[in-house]
């Protein structure tokens, strides 16, 4: 199978502006790529391109904007049609949210704000994008999941119901674009280090989250570009992550029991 290559490659990374986007953007610019970096924090996507050091032959151009909205989709297209004429070689659905908190305490806004960002936005961008995708160089679409797409843990029901939907999704438009030549590599990490818990949605303050081991955001950048290169179809990322995924392929009652929680059947006790 012939690799991807970024050298002279048109990109549009979301969730540009932080975190894995950010690395990744960085990445690619570094490998020679003309990156469309997306983000709807316009100070943090500045700050973002002035960290980054122009080399080679690369570039990055910032577009600001909502992935929930359609007038950023259309920015986003009408980038694409400048620069690439029409063609798009990668697409990297990477800006997302997160929630922490019993499903129960929580308001139905906080599912549909998840849902949005972390899924619709991604398989609406897509759809909008892909005309372009499939007269793209050898190209990719790279959907960053989690590995809470392959195993869901409490307290994070929305959250791991949108990283499922994503996974699904992925697995189907692989299926219906092979025969166009182009490839939909799903990435799933474990907890990254970041600022993506300073924004979650309807969680308090300083809340955590447990995981087994933890990767930096540019760490999960690099296997990311390396996942896109080789065209993969899937990779999991950290042991921790891994463990998690096959121990509840394996054993999934086990994994039930190790995650199950008492905390309903207790209050009901106490009244």
């Not at 119901?161 to 699904?168: E, I, N, P, T």
């Amino acid at each position: 199978m012939k690799r991807w290559d970024p050298n002279g490659a048109t990109a549009v990374v979301t969730g540009a502006s932080s975190g894995i986007g950010r690395s990744l953007t960085h990445l690619l610019a570094d490998h020679g790529a003309t990156v469309i970096a997306v983000a709807r924090r316009n100070g943090q996507l500045s700050e973002m391109l002035n960290q980054w050091t122009p080399k080679n032959s690369g570039h990055i151009i910032p577009v600001t904007g909502d992935v929930t909205q359609k007038t950023t989709h259309q920015l986003i297209a009408d980038e694409v049609g400048k620069i690439g004429n029409r063609r798009l070689d990668l697409l990297v659905n990477n800006a997302g949210v997160g929630a922490i908190g019993p499903f129960a305490e929580a308001s139905p806004e906080r599912l549909r704000q998840v849902m949005e960002v972390n899924f619709f936005a991604a398989a609406e961008l897509t759809r909008t994008l892909l005309p372009s995708i499939i007269h793209g160089r050898n190209p990719v679409i790279c959907n960053i999941g989690s590995v809470l797409g392959h195993c869901a843990v409490p307290d994070k029901s929305e959250y791991c119901a949108s990283k499922f939907a994503m996974h699904g999704w992925s697995d189907s438009l692989r299926c219906e674009l092979a025969g166009e030549g182009v490839q939909v590599t799903l990435v799933s990490p474990s907890t990254t280090r970041s600022d993506f818990f300073n924004s979650l949605i309807e969680t308090d303050s300083g809340t955590t989250s447990k995981s087994l081991g933890s990767w930096s955001a540019e760490r999960v950048a690099l296997a990311t570009l390396q996942a896109i290169r080789r065209r993969k179809r899937e990779v999991l990322l950290s042991s921790g992550g891994k463990l998690l995924v096959y121990t509840d392929r394996l054993l999934p009652g086990l994994m039930n029991k190790i995650l199950k929680r008492p905390r309903y059947a207790k209050r009901a006790n106490a009244n």
